[in-house]
């Protein structure tokens, strides 16, 4: 079983730059992918980026240049580090794993970027 808790989302101007936390607890090693993704009032959840076990990385192109996934192994904890927030970027983030066998979800963060 994992756990995911997401935190760091908030209000913020457009332009400006928020940190996004993922805290993964229980059965996380060897998973295959975590990832971030978001949901837009009306929209489908979409992948934002994700990071495999190894490190490869790859992202949406809306974000690609403004949005970095990293992840510490050894505290089990996944970021995104956003920068130049857009208007566009409002929704729900959410914490995913995928560990081979399934699906994991956090909850959600909700990340405001007002113009």
């Known amino acids: 079983q994992v756990n995911l808790v997401e935190s760091g989302g908030g209000l913020v101007q457009a332009g400006g730059s928020l940190r996004l936390s993922c805290a993964a607890s229980?059965?996380?090693?060897?998973?295959?992918?975590m990832g971030w993704y978001r949901q837009a009032p009306g929209k489908q959840r979409e992948l934002v980026a994700r990071?495999?076990?190894?490190?490869?990385?790859n992202y949406a192109d809306s974000v690609k240049g403004r949005f970095t996934i990293s992840r510490d192994m050894s505290t089990k904890t996944m970021y995104l580090q956003m920068n130049s927030l857009k208007v566009e970027d409002t929704a729900v983030y959410y914490c995913?794993?995928?560990?081979?066998?399934?699906?994991?979800w956090g909850q959600g963060t909700q990340v405001t970027v007002s113009s």
């Open positions: 995913n794993l995928n560990n081979w066998l399934r699906d994991y």
């Open positions: 990071i495999s076990y190894g490190g490869t990385t």
């Open positions: 229980g059965s996380t090693f060897g998973f295959k992918l």
